[in-house]
């Protein structure tokens, strides 16, 4: 600051023509200092691309970057990249932040990679959900935001809305149900856990759910992929799907006359984590990122755009948008999460039991 | 050609090493890589010879009926592909310039468009309320709504149309080297259009309907994306097995023993396949 002062002091005393160049001079010094800082703090993250990608940068990046007057490189990848980037980079990791979907943090975190966060190392704590916040300590980061899946149906075909998974069986709705390939599918997988849990099995027993899909299988159709949901939902063959809540926005602004509902018996939870990189040297910045990625504006801009259901209590929304995600705290109570190292232990297994027991 | 030449194969050699130096990368390498890959243990633990993965392909009717599925699958695709893409080709070589130009146009602009562009295509026309039902039923064959999706016969048409041009545009390099002669000849001496055709143009068609059909075979074999889209999850075929295996369920060493199983039995039908047609051809 000093050494500023003084130049200033030059300048006033030169001549008006050295002064202009002076001057030149300095703004090409600030410009160089400026540019200095900003090469300095330059965190690094992923995000998954496409329109997430835009929202996440409208709701957290760009305004973070703003706020702490740094740069955040974003690196499209998806969960599984991600975590082969973060295993593969274990002594030097290029990420000092990382978002996973899907469940693979909790395998990243087993393995070291993620670094736990302490509850007052976050300002925004107190206002998140618990099942938001439960693995922070253990190196699972917070869920900024989650997808839920429950029923999507068709309000022209189906006036009553449906209340239990059980709808799916309903001999009303015969040859109009869709069901989601759990074997390809996480969407898929977790809405089958659910059904196998409504139909009486566990996490190491799922012969009730596989039980339950046979007993439906001759009069549904099965798909893989997200776009063939709105396929058969636009052609008219599906009047009632297991799937994501915000797939069912998709459809929605597509003009689909889809709504989706969580049934009694809970929606679950299908959590979008933002961890921090264990040996990040850039932890503090992180940090900062994870607690600007959690606060009230972040995910309430999640459920207007995307229709993520908020893990920040303190969110409130407009009726339009409250109708159409999983929110308040006593909907939010019911919601039912699986455990991710239990599935991805199990998962090789089931995928085989399921590819068999839907085989023609 | 190798007259005064002490090195007769070297400018050969130069001219394949491209080829060969891709394929070496491109196919061997990766093969060899599956082939061990399919003996090895996988996991956190050091890697060993195994052969469980053999054995769990060999015991279970699960995946037995799987690659019967897909071998039963090619053969009828060839075999539709065949039967349509033969008298297409000869029709092609006979018409006037103009309307070949047209015909060929038509049979390589599908080639033009991605593969999965096209299958979705057949969703929209095979699917459930898709054109095919629609037209059915406003003529009064059917009264409710029917979907070749998720079907064999969806797959089946779903893959002529994609592999059809293989075929045709083979069968017409081998057509284009019949002289005109050899048929008028048949003509002259009695035999009628068909039988011109069936004892001339067909004996001497053969070697480009037999690379056209194991080209065609070699691709609905291996072939993924149609299947998958057009025949769903509930009907699997071993490439479609295989990418579950690899990207699903992470077991590398089962889907490398599968995809052993599906390069050797496709060679072990190929072969022999190439020594009949090769003989019918008149070729050593």
């Given amino acids: 600051m000093t050494g500023g002062n003084n130049q200033e002091k030059d300048i006033s005393r030169m001549k008006p023509s050295s002064k202009l160049l002076s001057m030149f001079g300095a703004v090409a010094l600030a410009a160089v200092a400026t540019h200095g800082a900003a090469a300095q703090e330059t965190l690094t993250i992923n995000s998954f691309g496409g329109a997430y990608e835009k929202l996440h940068r409208d709701l957290v990046i760009t305004p973070f970057e703003e706020m702490y007057d740094v740069k955040v490189e974003v690196v499209t990848a998806y969960s599984g990249d991600t975590l082969a980037q973060l295993r593969a980079q274990k002594d030097s990791p290029r990420f000092d932040v990382a978002h996973f979907s899907g469940g693979l943090e909790h395998a990243a975190a087993a393995e070291g990679l993620l670094s736990p966060i302490k509850p007052g190392e976050l300002s925004n704590y107190d206002q998140m959900y618990p099942f938001a916040v439960a693995g922070i300590e253990k190196g699972v980061g917070p869920t900024y935001s989650t997808a839920v899946i429950g029923l999507l149906y068709n309000t022209e075909q189906i006036k009553e809305q449906p209340t239990s998974w059980n709808a799916i069986a309903d001999p009303a709705f015969q040859n109009n149900v869709l069901l989601t390939d759990a074997a390809s599918n996480t969407y898929g997988l977790l809405g089958f856990l659910m059904i196998n849990k409504v139909a009486g099995g566990t996490l190491d027993d799922i012969e009730p759910g596989l039980d339950f899909v046979k007993g439906i299988l001759p009069t549904s159709t099965v798909v893989s992929k997200s776009p063939e949901i709105q396929q058969n939902f636009a052609q008219g063959n599906a009047w009632i799907a297991p799937y994501a809540q915000d797939y069912a926005y998709t459809l929605t602004k597509a003009g689909l006359p889809v709504k989706f509902v969580q049934p009694e018996e809970g929606g679950v939870l299908a959590p979008i984590t933002v961890n921090l990189v264990a040996g990040t040297d850039k932890r503090d910045l992180a940090l900062k990122f994870i607690d600007f990625s959690i606060r009230a504006e972040a995910s309430k801009g999640w459920a207007e755009g995307l229709r993520y259901t908020p893990t920040n209590k303190t969110v409130e929304l407009s009726d339009e948008v409250a109708s159409q995600v999983v929110f308040g705290e006593d909907e939010v109570a019911k919601l039912v999460t699986f455990d991710a190292n239990e599935i991805a232990k199990k998962r090789a297994g089931w995928n085989e039991a399921w590819s068999r027991a839907i085989a023609k | 050609m190798s007259a005064g030449s002490a090195q007769p194969y070297r400018e050969p050699a130069i001219l394949l090493t491209p080829g060969l130096l891709f394929l070496l990368l491109a196919f061997f390498f990766p093969a060899l890589q599956l082939l061990a890959q399919s003996f090895l243990t996988f996991g956190t633990e050091p890697a060993r010879f195994t052969l469980e993965h053999y054995a769990k392909a060999a015991v279970d009717d699960f995946y037995a009926g799987v690659g019967v599925r897909t071998f039963r699958l090619a053969m009828i695709i060839t075999a539709l592909c065949l039967l349509i893409g033969f008298p297409l ?196």
Avoid: C, N
Wanted: proline letters at 5%.
């Fill in chain 2, 89 to 284: 080709a000869v029709i092609i070589t006979r018409v006037g310039p103009a309307l070949r130009t047209v015909l060929i146009v038509l049979i390589i602009l599908p080639l033009m468009t991605s593969v999965v562009i096209r299958t979705f295509g057949w969703l929209v026309i095979l699917g459930p309320g898709g054109v095919l039902s629609w037209t059915l039923q406003q003529l009064g064959v059917i009264d409710r709504g029917i979907s070749l999706m998720h079907t064999e016969a969806g797959i089946v048409i779903a893959m002529v149309q994609v592999l059809l041009p293989f075929l045709v545009l083979t069968t017409l390099g081998s057509l284009g080297q019949i002289p005109p002669s050899l048929e008028e000849a048949a003509r002259v001496m009695g035999a009628g259009f068909f039988r011109g055709i069936f004892h001339v143009t067909l004996p001497l068609a053969v070697p480009g309907l037999a690379s056209g059909s194991l080209l065609v075979f070699a691709l609905s074999i291996s072939s993924f994306i149609t299947p998958t889209l057009v025949g769903g999850v509930r009907l699997q075929v071993m490439a479609g097995s295989i990418y579950q295996q690899m990207t699903g369920s992470f077991d590398w060493g089962f889907g490398a023993a599968l995809s052993m199983i599906l390069l050797l039995s496709t060679l072990l039908l190929i072969v022999p396949y190439m020594v009949i047609t090769s003989r019918i051809g008149g070729r050593k």
